[in-house]
């Protein structure tokens, strides 16, 4: 377990919030020098906390303006790593998730409309050893910064 201290936290919340976030603004935010915060920034990345830099995308700017979560039942003999490679390679699938238990997958899908969800759906289906589906449609979220 890494040796991190409540600054590294307000690091990670600082840019988490603004990936493009300068170690000048962060240095003002925490009270440290610039070269400081570079230091503890380039630390957290060597240990793997920081894994890389992202952007947030509004999806439904893009025509993608329906998201929903589909779990997943597969035949008992499908191997998890099958269960991946079928679902991740639908352009629709979002993100992939293997939990224990009923069901076997949960998939995040984004879609423009409700026919493009039904066929997303329809070729989950196809992918293989898909027994069963539920389908949930996202009204609203909220996501934790921190």
Do not use: C
Request: net charge negative; hydrophobic share 40%.
């Amino acid at each position: 377990m890494p040796d991190i201290d409540a600054t590294d936290h307000a690091l990670l919340r600082l840019l988490r919030s603004d990936g493009r976030r300068t170690y000048s603004d962060m240095a003002g935010e925490v009270g440290l020098s610039v070269a400081a915060v570079k230091r503890r920034v380039d630390r957290l990345q060597e240990l793997g906390v920081i894994t890389g830099f992202t952007v947030q995308v509004d999806h439904a700017k893009l025509g993608w303006t329906i998201e929903a979560f589909t779990e997943l039942r597969y035949a008992g003999t499908t191997r998890v790593a099958d269960i991946v490679q079928s679902a991740s390679a639908i352009p629709e699938v979002h993100a992939v998730f293997t939990i224990a238990g009923d069901p076997d997958a949960l998939i995040q899908l984004r879609v423009r409309d409700l026919d493009h969800l039904q066929q997303a759906i329809d070729q989950l289906r196809r992918t293989g050893n898909v027994v069963g589906t539920k389908t949930l449609m996202v009204l609203g979220s909220w996501t934790r910064e921190s």
